[in-house]
């Protein structure tokens, strides 16, 4: 189990330092003062909601906290990782104006974006967005 445990951490570490290449922008997940939650629209995908609770699991094996899980943004704040299709309201009030870089997933199929962005709503510092262009892209990219 320990050794299972290791290389999922490992694995984890090596994508999270090419993530930070990919898209340019730092997204920290856990700080001392600031710890991620997760949030994903209660009108999306049945998957989107499983997605995020397996990502809240993953998060709490890896940094030993339960990451908070929200279907309303208004409840979030500080750093969040913000889950849905392309199409969702909560994913396009947190894109709003930004999102060029997703217009390339309209009408395609299991495809995925990321996107950080600063201050993308009064009471949230920074959002990982993960948006997929259908229910299975959105869960490829969480």
Not at 5 to 12: A, E, G, W, Y
Not at 61 to 70: E, I, K, N, S
Not at 116 to 126: A, E, R, S
């Amino acid at each position: 189990m320990r050794n299972i445990i290791f290389k999922s951490v490992l694995v984890l570490l090596c994508f999270l330092s090419s993530f930070h290449a990919a898209i340019g922008k730092e997204f920290i997940i856990d700080n001392k003062a600031n710890k991620t939650c997760i949030v994903y629209d209660a009108r999306g995908s049945a998957l989107d909601s499983i997605a995020a609770y397996l990502l809240q699991q993953d998060i709490k094996t890896v940094l030993g906290y339960l990451a908070p899980v929200y279907t309303n943004l208004s409840k979030a704040s500080g750093n969040c990782i913000v889950i849905g299709n392309i199409n969702s309201a909560l994913v396009r009030s947190v894109i709003a104006g930004q999102d060029v870089m997703f217009s390339n997933l309209q009408g395609k199929w299991e495809c995925y974006g990321y996107k950080v962005l600063n201050k993308p709503v009064g009471h949230i510092n920074q959002a990982l967005v993960i948006a997929g262009s259908d229910t299975r892209g959105t869960a490829y990219g969480v």
